[in-house]
């Protein structure tokens, strides 16, 4: 769990670094309201994929084996390497049930709740396929990820237009190229 005290101390320590008076009337309360602004962004951060598939992973047995795609849902995260968000970020997941599926309000709450943690793009999309899985029983996973990083477009090399494109793939997307394919122009 976080520890909304511990993190105060490390904001005072950072304004410090910055040269900033703790004493300030604009920064006073800074630490405290940066506490609390962490302990929302990285919410995720106290929960194992396995409790945010319990948590928002409520199944409904239904015999089908229709792809059921979830696209456009738009999030953020926070960059583990830099602290440096990941913004503009459009998340789109598929997947093929194996007796049942979940609700697809579900899908944006997973995906939202796997942001919300320090993070590597490529392992959103690894974490958002390991709970639907879970939440599914489905092997069979798709997630697509654009994304703006700023710590590429505001600092480095600054490159403003650039976006960062993953895409995870598990059990029969992985080899069944139609498959992914089909996945993808549900995308357009």
């Given at each position: 769990m976080m520890n909304q005290p511990m993190i105060e101390q490390g904001i005072k320590l950072l304004l410090k670094g910055f040269g900033e008076d703790l004493e300030r009337e604009g920064i006073i309360e800074t630490p405290k309201r940066a506490a609390k602004m962490y302990l929302e962004l990285l919410?995720?951060?106290?929960y194992t994929n396995e409790q945010i598939a319990e948590k928002f992973g409520k199944s409904f047995e239904v015999n089908t084996s229709q792809m059921v795609v979830v696209k456009d849902i738009e999030t953020f995260s926070m960059c583990e390497h830099h602290l440096a968000l990941m913004y503009d970020m459009n998340i789109s997941v598929g997947y093929i049930p194996n007796g049942k599926?979940?609700?697809?309000?579900k899908i944006p709450r997973i995906a939202e709740m796997c942001c919300k943690r320090l993070q590597l793009q490529e392992k959103i999309g690894e974490d958002i396929a390991e709970v639907i899985s879970i939440a599914t029983g489905s092997e069979d996973v798709i997630v697509h990820i654009t994304s703006k990083h700023s710590c590429v477009t505001a600092r480095g090399i600054k490159s403003r237009g650039s976006n960062t494109v993953t895409t995870t793939k598990k059990?029969?997307?992985t080899s069944d190229y139609d498959l992914t394919r089909e996945f993808i122009n549900a995308l357009k």
């Open positions: 919410e995720g951060m106290n599926v979940i609700g697809l309000s059990g029969k997307f």
